[in-house]
Nanobody, 134 residues
Framework: QMQLVESGGGSVQAGGSLKLSCVMTGATDSKYCMGWFRQFPGKNREVVAAIYTSGGVTYGATYYAESVKGRFTISRDNVQNTLYLQMDPVEPEDTGMYYC???????????????????????WGQGTQVIVSS
């Protein structure tokens, strides 16, 4: 069982930066596909970044949605058991609620190369709001 708690959201001007954090507690040494999602009002959640980790180490490919490529960076600090999303620069279109998520993942080539297909079914944080003004 894993618990996730996000923080770091807030209001920022376009062109600025934010770093979201997701503290993980529970079975953090197991194999997980992990990621960040965002949700716009009236829309479904969409995955913006995802990774595969085993024993706290990231393997395989990192996924980014086209809309955030080159601007967002997902990373995991194994010592702090924290998943991060660095957002730089931000755009008004990035305004929304951001969630971190984790799902147990088998050690398969597909999970390591396409983690975005395996994340979003099991463990979720409570969300953190991001507001970007123009």
């Amino acid at each position: 069982q894993m618990q996730l708690v996000e923080s770091g959201g807030g209001s920022v001007q376009a062109g600025g930066s934010l770093k979201l954090s997701c503290v993980m507690t529970g079975a953090t040494d197991s194999k997980y596909c992990m990621g960040w999602f965002r949700q716009f009002p009236g829309k479904n959640r969409e995955v913006v970044a995802a990774i595969y980790t085993s024993g706290g180490v990231t393997y395989g490919a990192t996924y980014y949605a086209e809309s955030v490529k080159g601007r967002f960076t997902i990373s995991r600090d194994n010592v702090q058991n924290t998943l991060y999303l660095q957002m730089d620069p931000v755009e008004p279109e990035d305004t929304g609620m951001y969630y971190c998520a984790a799902d147990p993942c088998l050690s398969t080539i597909t999970a390591q190369t396409r983690p975005q297909e395996y994340v979003g079914s099991n463990y979720w944080g409570q969300g953190t709001q991001v507001i970007v003004s123009s």
